[in-house]
């Protein structure tokens, strides 16, 4: 059930909805498992990390910020030539089919490397740790909205 809760939180983190500046769900999956790969080797004392594990987790973490951040830059060059192509008269269904596949491709692409990342971190962790982070990460999202300006805090308020 908490594995449910973990990969629902990852892939549907905010409703999408119609109002303008909210993020859909694809944009909050990276966001929040920015967050959870934020999140987790400030754990430390409360997993009872060693430091090798942290250190383990901070580059899965950057390896992850990284892809995100590179696919990001890709899926905007082709949304920016859907803009300016949609902005044509007559629009050139030619020109932008390429652009809405390869953000669909990208969008797959950035999807894998968030469970590749989880799947990373499970072999960081053991099975106790896991299920720890797991059930604390689905503490969090229950008692409080994660926005991606903040980084959840511990719930238990352990230092």
């Not at 901070?58 to 949609?86: P, W, Y």
């Not at 390429?98 to 692409?109: H, K, Q, T």
Request: aromatic content about 8%; glycine content about 8%.
């Amino acid at each position: 059930m908490l594995g449910g809760v973990l990969v629902l939180s990852i892939l549907f983190f905010f409703p999408e909805s119609g109002r303008a500046g909210d993020l859909g769900a694809f944009q909050s999956s990276v966001i929040s498992t920015d967050l959870f790969l934020s999140w987790i080797p400030a754990q430390a004392k409360d997993l009872k990390l060693t430091s090798g594990q942290v250190a383990a987790l901070r580059e899965v973490q950057g390896d992850f910020k990284g892809k995100s951040e590179e696919v990001g830059r890709r899926i905007e060059r082709n949304a920016q030539i859907l803009s300016k192509e949609v902005s044509k008269y007559p629009i050139d269904l030619s020109k932008i089919k390429p652009a809405i596949g390869e953000i669909s491709n990208l969008r797959g692409e950035l999807t894998y490397h968030a469970i590749k990342s989880l799947y990373r971190v499970q072999t960081i962790l053991s099975q106790p740790q896991w299920d720890q982070a797991k059930a604390e990460w689905a503490h969090i999202l229950a008692t409080k909205a994660v926005g991606p300006s903040q980084a959840p805090s511990n719930p238990s308020g352990k230092k």
